[in-house]
């Protein structure tokens, strides 16, 4: 089955830094990918939708310059936290979509915890 | 309101118990319909999509009411590794984006 590789899966980062989260497709072209962030008790939600080759698609009130999201090919997909501060701090899935075969892959989440 | 409301829970059963959860929605455009389980601090898993007609896999049965926008799950016989937090997530029509309910707790007790 598809699956989708997430790293790393935990991270502690001091306030001020930046933090690199990857999602890969392991067995199949990912053309959509989406990052989700999830706050204790609260439910997933969509950060942005990335689409290989092109500008990813920001939901309202995310902003696009704190959370660069880089899909530079079919199988990778990166979220980069720049400037972390500890309201950051949460945890962090990817998703993705097979070409031709509808069905979405979540990677193991990233829990990122900014002191 | 939100797009995908489900019952706040959280549920506490025994064993071999049957329990239900319930989720509406509220985008009539919304094309497909699934329940998700997540374990804690775990991602998101597909359960089981949801079909108008009703669908059952097992021990688990979903139903799907377009007309109330409303989405069930059943499960039977309840055993202790059904403890997880159950999701109810929708498709948002015309596009790709799924859109997740918050969850409901559900613990099963010996």
């Known amino acids: 089955g598809a699956v989708v590789s997430q790293h790393p899966s935990r991270v502690i980062c001091k306030s001020g830094t930046s933090v690199k989260i990857e999602c890969r497709s392991l067995?199949?072209?990912?053309?959509?990918m989406f990052w989700y962030r999830q706050f204790p008790k609260q439910s997933l939600m969509l950060m942005a939708t990335s689409n290989e080759g092109s500008k990813a698609t920001y939901e309202q009130g995310v902003e696009k310059d704190k959370f660069l999201i880089n899909h530079a090919s079919l199988t990778l997909s990166t979220l980069t936290v720049t400037s972390a501060h500890p309201e950051d701090s949460s945890f962090y899935i990817c998703s993705a979509t097979e070409l031709l075969n509808y069905g979405y892959t979540f990677g193991s989440g990233t829990r990122l915890t900014v002191v | 309101r939100k797009e995908v409301e489900q019952d706040p829970g959280p549920f506490n059963v025994p064993e071999g118990a049957t329990v239900a959860f319930n989720c509406t929605y509220s985008?009539?455009?919304?094309?497909?319909f699934f329940w998700y389980r997540q374990d804690c601090r775990k991602e998101p898993k597909l359960l089981m999509s949801?079909?108008?007609s009703g669908n059952e896999d097992g021990r688990f049965t979903a139903q799907l009411n377009r007309a109330s926008q409303y989405i069930s799950l059943l499960i039977r016989d309840s055993k202790l590794s059904d403890s997880a937090t159950y999701l109810c997530?929708?498709?948002?029509?015309?596009?790709?984006?799924?859109?997740f309910g918050k969850g409901t707790k559900l613990t099963v007790n010996p």
């Open positions: 949801v079909y108008s």
């Open positions: 067995d199949f072209q990912a053309t959509t």
């Open positions: 985008n009539s455009a919304s094309q497909s």
């Open positions: 997530v929708v498709l948002q029509g015309g596009s790709e984006k799924l859109v």
